[in-house]
């Protein structure tokens, strides 16, 4: 079985407004316990009064995480985000846990960065 990671985003809150956004699936291009890097087809408002939430799942784990955007830049006909992650240790496991495992089952998967431990998701 092949694990995919599947990323979605939802707004979480509005100022002090607590609102349970619909989840958008977005497209991963870098995991990492503390970073996130996707593609999105529309723009995500980035304002600090906006508190988004992330959704990461690989068939076999799935967690919920807030975060915010740290950078934004148009990219071909999407929009490409980085985003900051704030997980707990559990969390930060988990998601290191997804990662050797779409590593391992896929046995063909890219290569950690040199000296990092950061991992191109396909």
């Given at each position: 079985?092949?694990?995919?990671?599947?990323?979605?985003?939802?707004?979480?809150?509005?100022?002090?407004?607590?609102?349970?956004?619909?989840?958008?699936?977005?497209?991963?291009?870098?995991?990492?316990?503390?970073?996130?890097?996707?593609?999105?087809?529309?723009?995500?408002?980035?304002?600090?009064?906006?508190?988004?939430?992330?959704?990461?799942?690989?068939?076999?784990?799935?967690?919920?995480?807030?975060?915010?955007?740290?950078?934004?830049?148009?990219?071909?006909?999407?929009?490409?985000?980085?985003?900051?992650?704030?997980?707990?240790?559990?969390?930060?496991?988990?998601?290191?846990g997804m990662l050797?495992?779409?590593?391992?089952?896929?046995?063909?998967?890219?290569?950690?960065?040199?000296?990092?431990?950061?991992?191109?998701?396909?």
């Open positions: 079985m092949s694990h995919l990671i599947r990323v979605g985003v939802r707004i979480l809150k509005i100022g002090s407004l607590n609102i349970q956004g619909e989840l958008h699936a977005v497209t991963p291009l870098e995991l990492h316990p503390e970073r996130l890097v996707f593609l999105c087809r529309w723009p995500i408002p980035i304002t600090p009064n906006v508190k988004l939430g992330y959704e990461i799942n690989d068939g076999t784990d799935q967690i919920s995480v807030a975060g915010r955007i740290v950078t934004e830049e148009p990219f071909m006909s999407s929009y490409l985000y980085h985003a900051e992650i704030y997980a707990d240790q559990d969390q930060k496991s988990r998601i290191t050797n495992r779409m590593i391992t089952d896929c046995g063909q998967g890219r290569l950690p960065y040199p000296h990092s431990n950061k991992y191109i998701i396909q």
